[in-house]
């Protein structure tokens, strides 16, 4: 079964960077990164398909970076420029066959545990 453990969440102020990691316990197709508040639905952030092509959902366009290390089955968001309205848990997704899809949960079958991530003053 495979593993995905994140890292990298926390308090930053606003402006403030963070970057998050994911480590996966083997070999993946597309993974991405959501995020979710209490009571409200798992939300699209960003995926990479394992050859490098990037998606981003416009809030954050500009904002993170998601890159990717095959070598070592690892995903990364770099996010600059946070906002308050980034507070959340964020989680990290990976398919286990290669799919068009990339935004919807259901189209993801690992998932991490969650990091909490707060920007606050």
């Known amino acids: 079964q495979m593993k995905l453990v994140e890292s990298g969440g926390g308090l930053v102020q606003p402006g403030g960077s963070l970057r998050l990691s994911c480590a996966a316990s083997g070999r993946t197709f597309t993974m991405g990164w959501f995020r979710q508040a209490p009571g409200k639905d798992r939300e699209f952030v960003a995926a990479i398909r394992y050859g490098g092509s990037t998606y981003y959902a416009d809030s954050v366009k500009g904002r993170f970076t998601i890159s990717r290390d095959n070598a070592k089955n690892t995903v990364y968001l770099q996010m600059n420029s946070l906002k308050p309205e980034d507070t959340d848990i964020y989680y990290c997704?990976?398919?286990?066959?290669?799919?068009?899809?990339?935004?919807?949960?259901?189209?993801?079958?690992?998932w991490g545990q969650g990091t909490q991530v707060t920007v606050s003053s």
């Open positions: 997704a990976a398919q286990s066959v290669q799919t068009f899809a990339t935004v919807s949960t259901a189209s993801y079958d690992y």
